[in-house]
Protein backbone atom coordinates (compact mmCIF):
# COMPACT_ATOMS: atom_id res chain seq x y z
CA UNK A 1 0.00 0.00 0.00
CA UNK A 2 1.40 3.19 -1.27
CA UNK A 3 1.01 6.09 1.58
CA UNK A 4 -0.45 9.38 0.11
CA UNK A 5 -0.64 11.91 2.85
CA UNK A 6 -3.05 14.05 1.23
CA UNK A 7 -6.10 11.26 2.09
CA UNK A 8 -5.42 12.13 5.81
CA UNK A 9 -5.43 15.68 4.98
CA UNK A 10 -8.58 17.77 6.42
CA UNK A 11 -9.97 20.05 3.79
CA UNK A 12 -9.36 23.67 4.98
CA UNK A 13 -12.26 25.16 7.59
CA UNK A 14 -14.53 22.30 6.53
CA UNK A 15 -17.15 20.47 8.96
CA UNK A 16 -15.86 17.23 10.56
CA UNK A 17 -17.27 14.01 11.80
CA UNK A 18 -14.93 11.96 13.01
CA UNK A 19 -17.39 9.05 12.46
CA UNK A 20 -16.54 9.10 8.87
CA UNK A 21 -12.75 8.92 9.53
CA UNK A 22 -11.61 5.53 10.23
CA UNK A 23 -9.18 4.65 13.08
CA UNK A 24 -8.15 1.87 11.38
CA UNK A 25 -6.93 0.89 7.79
CA UNK A 26 -5.42 -2.04 5.74
CA UNK A 27 -2.29 -2.15 6.83
CA UNK A 28 0.35 -0.71 5.22
CA UNK A 29 2.83 -3.44 5.71
CA UNK A 30 2.38 -7.50 5.49
CA UNK A 31 5.10 -8.55 7.48
CA UNK A 32 6.59 -6.77 10.66
CA UNK A 33 10.41 -7.64 8.76
CA UNK A 34 8.64 -5.06 5.55
CA UNK A 35 7.35 -2.62 8.54
CA UNK A 36 11.04 -2.24 9.71
CA UNK A 37 12.50 -1.87 6.75
CA UNK A 38 10.36 0.97 5.64
CA UNK A 39 10.21 2.62 8.70
CA UNK A 40 13.99 2.52 8.63
CA UNK A 41 14.13 4.22 4.79
CA UNK A 42 11.90 6.88 6.59
CA UNK A 43 13.78 7.42 9.32
CA UNK A 44 17.02 7.60 6.73
CA UNK A 45 15.01 10.17 4.40
CA UNK A 46 14.12 12.12 7.75
CA UNK A 47 17.65 12.25 9.00
CA UNK A 48 19.17 13.74 5.32
CA UNK A 49 16.34 16.36 4.86
CA UNK A 50 16.68 17.23 9.07
CA UNK A 51 20.01 18.19 8.17
CA UNK A 52 19.56 20.36 5.12
CA UNK A 53 17.08 22.20 7.60
CA UNK A 54 19.10 22.59 9.69
CA UNK A 55 21.82 23.83 7.53
CA UNK A 56 19.43 26.04 5.43
CA UNK A 57 18.23 28.14 8.66
CA UNK A 58 15.43 29.09 6.73
CA UNK A 59 12.28 27.84 7.59
CA UNK A 60 10.79 26.27 10.91
CA UNK A 61 8.93 23.25 10.98
CA UNK A 62 6.50 22.90 14.29
CA UNK A 63 4.43 19.29 14.78
CA UNK A 64 1.34 19.17 17.01
CA UNK A 65 0.47 15.54 18.27
CA UNK A 66 -2.67 14.99 19.54
CA UNK A 67 -4.48 12.15 20.51
CA UNK A 68 -7.07 10.72 23.36
CA UNK A 69 -5.10 8.85 26.29
CA UNK A 70 -3.00 5.82 24.80
CA UNK A 71 -3.19 6.91 21.27
CA UNK A 72 0.42 6.63 20.49
CA UNK A 73 2.23 9.94 21.01
CA UNK A 74 5.16 9.30 22.68
CA UNK A 75 5.54 6.31 20.39
CA UNK A 76 5.38 8.37 17.09
CA UNK A 77 8.36 11.08 18.84
CA UNK A 78 10.49 7.88 20.11
CA UNK A 79 10.47 5.66 16.40
CA UNK A 80 9.73 8.05 13.92
CA UNK A 81 12.31 11.04 14.95
CA UNK A 82 15.26 8.41 16.55
CA UNK A 83 17.11 8.80 13.46
CA UNK A 84 17.41 13.18 13.88
CA UNK A 85 20.05 14.84 15.77
CA UNK A 86 19.03 15.92 18.83
CA UNK A 87 20.60 19.68 18.19
CA UNK A 88 17.82 20.45 15.40
CA UNK A 89 15.01 19.05 17.27
CA UNK A 90 13.35 20.13 21.10
CA UNK A 91 10.34 18.05 22.42
CA UNK A 92 7.86 19.57 24.77
CA UNK A 93 5.08 17.80 26.39
CA UNK A 94 2.23 20.39 27.85
CA UNK A 95 0.15 18.97 30.92
CA UNK A 96 -1.84 21.20 33.68
CA UNK A 97 -0.31 24.92 33.52
CA UNK A 98 1.34 25.89 35.89
CA UNK A 99 0.17 29.59 38.34
CA UNK A 100 2.30 31.61 36.18
CA UNK A 101 0.87 30.37 33.01
CA UNK A 102 -2.28 30.68 34.30
CA UNK A 103 -1.72 34.66 34.59
CA UNK A 104 -1.22 34.86 30.64
CA UNK A 105 -2.95 34.31 27.42
CA UNK A 106 -3.56 31.06 26.45
CA UNK A 107 -1.28 30.98 23.75
CA UNK A 108 2.03 32.16 26.10
CA UNK A 109 3.19 29.11 27.33
CA UNK A 110 3.47 27.20 23.82
CA UNK A 111 4.69 30.33 22.22
CA UNK A 112 7.74 30.63 24.27
CA UNK A 113 8.92 27.23 23.17
CA UNK A 114 8.25 27.52 19.27
CA UNK A 115 11.38 26.29 17.44
CA UNK A 116 13.64 28.19 15.57
CA UNK A 117 14.17 28.57 11.95
CA UNK A 118 16.42 25.16 11.17
CA UNK A 119 14.71 23.60 14.17
CA UNK A 120 12.31 21.03 14.74
CA UNK A 121 9.36 21.47 17.32
CA UNK A 122 7.52 18.61 18.46
CA UNK A 123 4.76 19.62 20.90
CA UNK A 124 3.05 16.93 22.53
CA UNK A 125 0.01 18.55 23.09
CA UNK A 126 -0.09 21.77 22.50
CA UNK A 127 -2.34 25.38 22.62
CA UNK A 128 -5.16 22.93 21.32
CA UNK A 129 -5.74 21.63 24.59
CA UNK A 130 -7.36 24.76 25.71
CA UNK A 131 -10.31 24.03 23.14
CA UNK A 132 -10.38 20.09 24.22
CA UNK A 133 -10.41 19.47 27.50
CA UNK A 134 -10.72 22.48 28.71
CA UNK A 135 -13.90 22.83 26.94
CA UNK A 136 -14.68 19.43 27.97
CA UNK A 137 -14.14 20.50 31.18
CA UNK A 138 -15.80 23.95 31.64
CA UNK A 139 -14.66 24.19 35.68
CA UNK A 140 -11.26 24.73 34.31
CA UNK A 141 -11.91 27.71 32.22
CA UNK A 142 -13.52 29.00 35.19
CA UNK A 143 -10.32 28.55 37.44
CA UNK A 144 -8.38 30.05 34.86
CA UNK A 145 -9.31 33.36 36.24
CA UNK A 146 -10.79 35.47 32.99
CA UNK A 147 -13.52 38.06 33.45
CA UNK A 148 -16.96 36.88 33.99
CA UNK A 149 -17.85 38.86 30.31
CA UNK A 150 -15.35 36.44 28.40
CA UNK A 151 -16.81 33.07 29.85
CA UNK A 152 -19.99 33.11 27.37
CA UNK A 153 -19.84 29.92 26.20
CA UNK A 154 -20.98 30.71 22.82
CA UNK A 155 -18.48 32.84 21.93
CA UNK A 156 -15.44 32.01 23.68
CA UNK A 157 -14.57 28.74 21.88
CA UNK A 158 -14.76 30.58 18.33
CA UNK A 159 -12.51 33.37 19.65
CA UNK A 160 -9.98 30.79 20.53
CA UNK A 161 -10.13 29.01 17.37
CA UNK A 162 -9.75 32.32 15.51
CA UNK A 163 -7.05 33.65 17.58
CA UNK A 164 -5.33 29.94 17.15
CA UNK A 165 -5.86 30.64 13.00
CA UNK A 166 -4.29 33.84 13.68
CA UNK A 167 -1.52 33.02 14.75
CA UNK A 168 -0.41 30.19 12.90
CA UNK A 169 -1.34 32.27 9.65
CA UNK A 170 1.66 34.85 11.46
CA UNK A 171 3.66 31.80 11.95
CA UNK A 172 3.38 30.73 8.60
CA UNK A 173 4.36 34.51 6.95
CA UNK A 174 7.49 34.26 9.46
CA UNK A 175 9.20 31.21 8.02
CA UNK A 176 6.91 28.67 10.24
CA UNK A 177 5.20 25.52 8.53
CA UNK A 178 3.08 23.58 10.89
CA UNK A 179 1.97 19.78 10.80
CA UNK A 180 -0.94 19.02 12.53
CA UNK A 181 -1.63 15.17 13.75
CA UNK A 182 -4.54 14.07 15.92
CA UNK A 183 -3.92 10.21 16.37
CA UNK A 184 -7.49 8.73 15.68
CA UNK A 185 -8.09 6.06 18.35
CA UNK A 186 -11.21 4.12 18.83
CA UNK A 187 -12.46 3.37 21.93
CA UNK A 188 -12.25 -0.19 22.45
CA UNK A 189 -8.50 -0.11 21.38
CA UNK A 190 -7.79 2.70 24.14
CA UNK A 191 -9.68 -0.35 26.67
CA UNK A 192 -6.82 -2.83 25.13
CA UNK A 193 -3.76 -0.49 26.02
CA UNK A 194 -5.39 0.04 29.50
CA UNK A 195 -5.11 -3.01 29.91
CA UNK A 196 -1.52 -3.89 28.50
CA UNK A 197 -0.27 -0.91 30.94
CA UNK A 198 -1.74 -2.71 33.96
CA UNK A 199 -1.04 -6.37 33.10
CA UNK A 200 2.59 -5.56 31.93
CA UNK A 201 4.94 -4.04 34.84
CA UNK A 202 7.27 -2.08 32.50
CA UNK A 203 4.14 -0.01 31.92
CA UNK A 204 2.46 0.49 34.85
CA UNK A 205 3.94 4.08 35.14
CA UNK A 206 1.81 4.99 32.03
CA UNK A 207 -1.53 4.23 33.61
CA UNK A 208 -3.40 6.76 36.51
CA UNK A 209 -6.87 6.84 37.95
CA UNK A 210 -6.96 10.34 35.71
CA UNK A 211 -7.11 7.75 32.31
CA UNK A 212 -9.79 6.26 33.59
CA UNK A 213 -11.75 9.25 34.83
CA UNK A 214 -11.45 11.45 31.14
CA UNK A 215 -12.31 7.58 29.21
CA UNK A 216 -15.88 8.40 30.91
CA UNK A 217 -16.09 11.86 28.45
CA UNK A 218 -15.11 10.05 25.05
CA UNK A 219 -18.07 11.52 23.61
CA UNK A 220 -17.72 14.85 24.89
CA UNK A 221 -13.88 14.99 23.46
CA UNK A 222 -15.12 13.48 20.18
CA UNK A 223 -17.70 16.93 19.91
CA UNK A 224 -14.75 18.70 21.00
CA UNK A 225 -12.16 17.65 18.34
CA UNK A 226 -14.22 17.57 15.66
CA UNK A 227 -15.54 21.21 16.55
CA UNK A 228 -11.50 22.16 16.46
CA UNK A 229 -10.43 19.98 13.40
CA UNK A 230 -13.05 21.71 11.41
CA UNK A 231 -12.39 25.26 12.58
CA UNK A 232 -8.92 25.23 13.04
CA UNK A 233 -7.14 22.91 9.72
CA UNK A 234 -6.60 25.91 6.78
CA UNK A 235 -3.92 25.71 3.96
CA UNK A 236 -1.46 27.00 5.07
CA UNK A 237 -1.52 24.93 8.71
CA UNK A 238 -3.68 21.27 8.32
CA UNK A 239 -4.88 18.69 10.10
CA UNK A 240 -3.79 15.20 9.33
CA UNK A 241 -6.45 12.37 10.73
CA UNK A 242 -4.29 9.92 11.18
CA UNK A 243 -6.24 5.77 11.95
CA UNK A 244 -3.90 4.94 15.42
CA UNK A 245 -5.23 1.69 16.25
CA UNK A 246 -2.12 0.32 14.55
CA UNK A 247 0.65 1.64 16.02
CA UNK A 248 3.01 0.22 12.97
CA UNK A 249 0.40 2.14 10.32
CA UNK A 250 0.66 4.94 12.53
CA UNK A 251 3.81 5.64 12.51
CA UNK A 252 4.58 5.20 8.72
CA UNK A 253 1.78 7.32 8.07
CA UNK A 254 3.22 10.09 10.35
CA UNK A 255 6.61 9.48 8.69
CA UNK A 256 5.32 9.82 5.49
CA UNK A 257 3.59 13.81 5.88
CA UNK A 258 7.13 14.48 7.77
CA UNK A 259 9.27 13.48 4.66
CA UNK A 260 6.45 14.98 2.11
CA UNK A 261 6.32 18.56 4.12
CA UNK A 262 10.11 19.02 4.84
CA UNK A 263 11.16 17.77 1.27
CA UNK A 264 8.61 20.68 -0.24
CA UNK A 265 10.54 23.38 1.90
CA UNK A 266 13.58 22.42 -0.54
CA UNK A 267 16.20 22.99 1.41
CA UNK A 268 19.67 23.08 0.86
CA UNK A 269 23.37 23.20 2.13
CA UNK A 270 24.22 27.34 2.12
CA UNK A 271 26.54 28.19 -0.59
CA UNK A 272 29.70 29.86 -0.12
CA UNK A 273 30.51 33.18 -0.79
CA UNK A 274 33.30 33.93 -3.39
CA UNK A 275 35.47 35.30 -0.17
CA UNK A 276 34.09 32.61 2.13
CA UNK A 277 35.32 30.09 -0.97
CA UNK A 278 38.93 32.08 -0.76
CA UNK A 279 39.47 31.67 2.54
CA UNK A 280 38.74 27.98 2.40
CA UNK A 281 41.25 27.29 -0.35
CA UNK A 282 43.64 29.39 1.71
CA UNK A 283 43.13 27.36 5.14
CA UNK A 284 43.47 24.23 2.97
CA UNK A 285 46.79 25.00 1.94
CA UNK A 286 47.77 26.14 5.11
CA UNK A 287 46.37 22.79 6.74
CA UNK A 288 48.55 20.37 3.55
CA UNK A 289 51.54 22.39 4.35
CA UNK A 290 51.53 21.46 8.11
CA UNK A 291 51.16 17.82 7.08
CA UNK A 292 54.05 17.33 5.53
CA UNK A 293 55.86 18.99 8.25
CA UNK A 294 56.24 22.92 7.00
Known amino acids: MKIDSKDFRVPPEG ?76 VVSYRQPSAEELKHDFLW ?41 LLDGKTIWKGRYRSIVDLENHLHRNGTRIIKIFLHLSKEEQRKRFLERIDEPDKNWKFSLSDIRERKYWREYMKAYEACLGATSTRHAPWYIVPA ?26 KPTAMHRRELISIRRKLRGQHRGQ
Not at 61 to 88: C, F, T, W, Y
Open 15 to 90: KVSLSGWPTAVHPICKSKKRYQKLLREHIEGLSTLQKLHYASGRYALLLVLQGMDAAGKDGVIRHVMSGVNPEGCE
Open 109 to 149: RTNCRLPERGQIGIFNRSYYEEVLVVRVHPEILRSQGLPDE
Open 245 to 270: DDKETSRLIVSRILLDTLGDLKAAYP
